[in-house]
């Protein structure tokens, strides 16, 4: 999924942990971003953590070759805790302000496109696919093409698994 997203998407968050530092997985997403060509934020969490380090954090990054503002490089990083929601507005200014200056908007007409990033069946819901819409607005009864396959849309889940109307 990680591969299907970062060859889709406009920019990565890559969110490290203040107290573990870059891990396997972090590694995975580097190379992916790298590969698609792929801009990156660096958002560090954990930081209410005891044992959190954020300067061990952005030398293990910059080792990786992800070159952090104030270290030489221009990747924006932001020190954050989720559980806390400490700089999580800082996070998402840093985001809306990069989507400007990228020129990155919505475009709502025309059909709907997107690509399907995973399907899933469940035994309550029935069958479920997680999509990015690219273009146009997905409704409740639109019908889907993908290849030879088809459906028809019966209700749409945020990412809480919540139906949105």
């Known amino acids: 999924m990680r591969a299907r997203g970062a060859n889709v998407t406009d920019l990565i968050v890559l969110v490290v942990a203040a107290d573990d530092g870059v ?7 580097i190379a992916l971003a790298k590969e698609a060509d ?13 044992n959190a380090d954020i300067e061990r954090v952005k030398r293990d990054l910059q080792a990786h070759g ?4 104030g270290m030489g490089g221009e990747v924006q990083w932001v020190p954050i805790s989720a559980t806390k929601g400490t700089g999580l507005d800082e996070l998402v200014e840093t985001l809306s302000v990069q989507a400007q200056v990228m020129g990155l908007k919505s475009d709502y007409s ?3 496109e997107g690509w399907i990033l995973e399907t899933r069946t469940d ?5 479920l696919a997680t999509v990015l819409v690219t273009r146009g607005t997905l409704r409740r009864g639109n019908i889907l093409l993908s290849g030879l396959a088809s ?5 749409l889940y945020d990412h809480h698994g919540e139906q949105v109307t």
Do not use: S, W, Y
Not at 23 to 29: L, N
Not at 66 to 69: A, F, G, M
Not at 151 to 155: I, K, S
């Open 23 to 29: 891990m396997a997985q972090t590694e995975e997403v």
């Open 38 to 50: 792929v801009p990156v934020i660096v958002a560090i969490n954990k930081i209410d953590k005891a």
């Open 66 to 69: 992800v070159n952090l503002e």
């Open 110 to 112: 025309g059909p709907v």
């Open 123 to 127: 035994e309550h819901k029935g069958k």
């Open 151 to 155: 459906c028809r849309v019966r209700a």
